[in-house]
Each structure stands twice: as structure tokens, then as C-alpha cells.
């Protein structure tokens, strides 16, 4: 077990929750050396202190833990020193009382995302507690060093999926944190092929995944074929949207964004792959030349950082390798190259995805080998003199050539489709 002392730097006011639970601490104690059980203890704190019931459990649990611990000896709550200052007038009544408070406690759960009465926002260095409905304190707490927040990050998303209990105890001053660290690092995956990739393609609106195996002589085969239609979260609400409606889609498609990427982590597993093969981006706020609409797709309402970031997480936590690769050219290689009518544009474009990060610093990996004979008559004769995918990007941009296979297109070829009304976007596997 390992347990954090972090600085509370806020005042969420909390003495009076913490002197309670002091009473309710010697109470329990003191009703455990006569002989009650922890049960008993629960109930009598309940009934006299009014306060909610794992409140009242977490104080007879760690009672009982002090009472093993001493052997049902007696204790003097707040030792013998500040007992004899206090009788010799050193100190005041209520700085006697103030040092027989003992930290506030509450025991960590699995099943309510790590504690009952706390939620964790670590990234943003807070805890809130939540002691009964509509009362809510936030506890703010000093930042941490880069490599205990990546830990901190773990134990939330863990206790976000309700594998790991986090113990949580405060006083005026600071703020104690109990997990157990060696869940982080049984969650790895077993049995991971490492001539297996995961490729992702994001765009705005939709989101490719495909599976490749790799045999001896370098060649793959696709194992795998999906897309994630976000088009009903990220399409234009229309004049008669208000504020909250706006809201409402924006955390929505958040929320909706975390959900896929914990799927594409189980595919992960499902799959047996050892690397998850994301494009290498880094975009800023601009004019793409495409729209009002466009813009406020790629600038405002796009994910990607929060998508990504979900995925590192992840892959941390369940110990496969993430590589991002730069995605020049993906598209247009994708659709030439392994495009059809069962295999979409996104699709297309994590293939080459995965393909490259199979073995992404390797020279001459890169691109696949360019053969204008690969493709059909039509585009035999229009692509004369393409040597590379540049000048065939360049040619089919200057022709104004459509090359993409739509989804729109060929969405009736998926074996599997479903539209999740709850979660509002649509879900399509082809073979």
C-alpha cells in the first residue's frame, strides 16, 4: 500500500466535519475495548451522530484497526504531552481539543469508483467530497512532480473503472491518499503478438480502426475493420439550439469520445496487439479553406487531444506500446492502395497507419512501394508519369480528382452496423 501526503492550498471549511468524526473515532474505540462488535459500533455512531452510514462505518473500521493494532490497551487521544501542557496552562482548551482531532477517514470502494464519498479530478489537482446529496466541498491540493501525477492519472482511470479502492483521509491542513500501487502494474495485458497493430485515423466526424498481421516476409493481412460515426454529436444544432443544448453535445461528445477510446483499448486485448498506432498531429485554431462549418468542426468541436491523450493513458496502464506517426500522405495511399468498397476512406488510412508503425524507424518504410500497375484501367491512363504517392497526391489534387471511398458510399456493405441511441453515434464492421 502506498499512501500520498499532499498540502491542501485552498479553505474548503471542513473543522466541523472533522471534529464529528474525532468523536465518532474515540467513541467507536472506546466501545470496541468493552467488547462490542464493529457492527454494534456502526449502528450506535449512526444513531447518535446522524451522520451517513459509511461515515460511520469508516470510523468503526479504523477503530477496530487501532484496537487490533494496540492489543485493546488504553489510548490517550492526543497524547500525554499535550494533556500535561494543557494542565499546566501551557496551552488553551481549544488548542488541547484541536490536537486530539484525528484525521477524517473514508474507507476506498471499488464498485463506487474508489470512495463513496469522494470523486477524484487529479489532473486538475482536486478532490471533492461528498458527505450526502447536494453538498459538495472541493479539496485543492499542491501539484505534484510529472511522474506521480502519471501515477495519480492510473489510479483515477482505475477507479473510474472501478478496480482500484482509494482510501481517502484529511485534516485542516493536508490530504491523505491510500491505494494499493501494484494494481497498476497487474493490469497489463498478456499474451500480446508483436507482429500485431492497431491503427487508428481520426478525423472530426469519424473514427477508423483496423487490425493488421504481419508474417516473416513483412506482408500483412487485415484482421479487422471498423468506424465510429460521430456525425449526430458533432453535426450543426441548427438555429433553434439554445445554450444548454450546446452544452449538452459538447460534454456529450466528450463523454462519448473516453467511451470509444476504452473499446478501441479492449480491441487491444481482443486482438492480442502490441502496438496501438495513432497519427502523429499537432494542429492549431486556422482557416482550413473548407467552410464556417468546417472550421468549427476541426477548430472547436474536435476531440483529438482529449482522444489521444485517453489512449496513452491506457496504454500505460495496460502496458502497450502507443506510436504516433506522421500521416503524410496516409489518405490518399490508404484509398489507392487498400481501398474498396468493403473498406472505407478512414479504414483505408489506419491500414497505412498501421503500417508504418509496425516498423517506424526503419529507412525506406515509410511509403510502400509505389506500382501505378496495381490499379485499375481508369486509373492507368489518368495517372501517366506518377512515379511516387507525392506526384500521385499532387495529380489527382490538380485534377480535382475524387479518389476517397465514402462511407456514405458504402456503408451498406458493413456485416455489422448499429446506431446507439443513448450514446448517439453509430458503429460499423466490415470485412
Not at 380 to 391: E, I, R
Request: glycine letters at 6%; a positive charge.
Amino acid at each position: 500500500m502506498k499512501t500520498l501526503k499532499l498540502a491542501i492550498t485552498n479553505n474548503p471549511d471542513l473543522s466541523d466535519a472533522i471534529r464529528v468524526y474525532s468523536s465518532m473515532f474515540r467513541m467507536a474505540y472506546n466501545r470496541l475495548q468493552e467488547g462490542c462488535s464493529e457492527n454494534e459500533a456502526r449502528k450506535r455512531l449512526q444513531n447518535l451522530f446522524g451522520v451517513c452510514s459509511w461515515l460511520a462505518s469508516s470510523a468503526a473500521k479504523e477503530a477496530h484497526g487501532v484496537v487490533t493494532l494496540n492489543k485493546g490497551k488504553k489510548v490517550l487521544f492526543g497524547g500525554k504531552l499535550n494533556l500535561k501542557q494543557y494542565l499546566k496552562g501551557l496551552i488553551t482548551k481549544e488548542q488541547f481539543r484541536q490536537k486530539r482531532l484525528m484525521p477524517l477517514c473514508s474507507i476506498g470502494e471499488s464498485n463506487y469508483h474508489g470512495n463513496r464519498l469522494f470523486s477524484f479530478d487529479f489532473e486538475n489537482n482536486v478532490v471533492n467530497y461528498k458527505p450526502s446529496r447536494g453538498i459538495r466541498k472541493e479539496i485543492k491540493f499542491c501539484p505534484v512532480k510529472k511522474k506521480l501525477a502519471q501515477e495519480l492519472a492510473k489510479v483515477q482511470e482505475l477507479a473510474d473503472q472501478k478496480k482500484m479502492p482509494v482510501t481517502v483521509k484529511f485534516t485542516d491542513k493536508y490530504l491523505f491518499l491510500t491505494y494499493d500501487e501494484t494494481l497498476i502494474y497487474n493490469e497489463a495485458y498478456k499474451g500480446l503478438e508483436q507482429n500485431r497493430v492497431l491503427g487508428i485515423d481520426m478525423n472530426p466526424n469519424y473514427i477508423g480502426v483496423s487490425v493488421i498481421e504481419f508474417d516473416k516476409n513483412d506482408e500483412f493481412k487485415v484482421l479487422h475493420k471498423e468506424v465510429f460515426d460521430l456525425t449526430a454529436l458533432t453535426k450543426p444544432s441548427g438555429k433553434a439550439s439554445t445554450h444548454i443544448k450546446s452544452k449538452y453535445f459538447t460534454n456529450k461528445l466528450k463523454h462519448e469520445t473516453l467511451a470509444i477510446a476504452h473499446r478501441i483499448n479492449k480491441l487491444v486485448d481482443y486482438w492480442k496487439c502490441s502496438k496501438l498506432a495513432v497519427e502523429d498531429l499537432s494542429m492549431k485554431p486556422s482557416d482550413k479553406q473548407k467552410g464556417k462549418t468546417f472550421n468549427r468542426l476541426a477548430n472547436n468541436k474536435w476531440e483529438r487531444q482529449l482522444f489521444v491523450n485517453k489512449l496513452k493513458m491506457l496504454a500505460g496502464i495496460h502496458r502497450y506500446e502507443l506510436v504516433e506517426v506522421n500521416p503524410a500522405y496516409s489518405s490518399i495511399v490508404g484509398n489507392f492502395a487498400y481501398g474498396n468498397e468493403n473498406t472505407p476512406d478512414m479504414v483505408a488510412a489506419s491500414i497505412e497507419i498501421a503500417r508504418r508503425a509496425y516498423k517506424k524507424f526503419e529507412k525506406g518504410w515509410f511509403y510502400p512501394r509505389f506500382n501505378v500497375e496495381t490499379q485499375d484501367e481508369r486509373w492507368k491512363q489518368t495517372l501517366g508519369g506518377v512515379k511516387s504517392w507525392k506526384d500521385l497526391f499532387r495529380k489527382v489534387k490538380e485534377a480535382k480528382l475524387k479518389y476517397r471511398f465514402l462511407l456514405s458510399d458504402y456503408f451498406g456493405n458493413a456485416v455489422f452496423s448499429n446506431f446507439y441511441n443513448k450514446r448517439k453515434w453509430n458503429y460499423y464492421i466490415f470485412v
